[in-house]
């Protein structure tokens, strides 16, 4: 994520921070390493302060190709996949750099490596885009992690919003999506109470806690 106290938020496609992105990507691999991790976000990070994001979009486009190129290079060596979230910039941060699907896609065809694939939190994209059935088929391929939150709270899949998780769960599970889910979003309560929502879609799919059908057994 960069110097987060000086109002950074990932290095990757910052003009001039390209050694202290290398940095921070190695201790990334070595924590990732530890404890087994096999995904790394790697963080696009804002538009400098003081600037136009039009007049320095192709300059940070540039900057982040350079930089994932020599990610795909380092993290190949791991069997890591390296990760590109798009984050809205209406709501949650005005000055991210890689705000669309659409703008991480085109990014990882210029880049060309197997090993960078697509983080798709449905929050952001819902909010910058909509049309989520279209572009989860759309972009599939591409996807390597997904991550859930209601719309607008940002809270848990069954509270108050514009997303109906029970249909997106089962879209996903149409496309073969064999994945981990993360749950990227604000309890409204505690953690456990929070997962209330996972139980009772668990029980409406006759599925037990385990992830596993009862029919099977």
């Not at 050694?19 to 691999?29: H, I, K, N, P």
């Not at 404890?35 to 300059?59: K, Q």
């Not at 060596?77 to 979230?85: A, V």
Request: net charge negative.
């Amino acid at each position: 994520p960069g110097d987060q106290e000086a109002g950074e938020l990932g290095l990757a496609a910052v003009p001039g921070r390209q050694a202290a992105f290398r940095q921070g990507l190695e201790a990334a691999v070595h924590y990732a390493r530890a404890v087994g991790c096999p995904r790394i976000h790697v963080m696009a990070g804002r538009v400098p302060l003081g600037t136009d994001r039009a007049a320095v979009a192709g300059e940070m486009e540039t900057t982040f190709i350079e930089n994932l190129r020599y990610t795909a290079d380092l993290l190949s060596q791991e069997d890591i996949i390296g990760l590109l979230e798009p984050i809205n910039n209406r709501i949650t941060d005005p000055r991210y750099y890689l705000n669309t699907p659409h703008q991480a896609a085109a990014i990882l065809e210029k880049v060309g490596r197997p090993n960078l694939k697509l983080q798709l939190d449905l929050f952001h994209c819902q909010i910058m885009d909509g049309n989520l059935s279209r572009n989860l088929e759309k972009y599939f391929p591409l996807i390597g992690h997904i991550q859930i939150a209601q719309v607008p709270g940002r809270h848990e899949p069954d509270s108050p919003g514009e997303l109906n998780f029970p249909y997106i769960f089962e879209l996903l599970e149409s496309l073969g999506y064999s994945g981990y889910v993360g749950c990227e979003y604000a309890p409204k309560g505690d953690t456990l109470e929070g997962l209330g929502w996972l139980r009772s879609y668990w029980e409406s799919r006759g599925l037990q806690p385990t992830g596993t059908s009862k029919a099977a057994k």
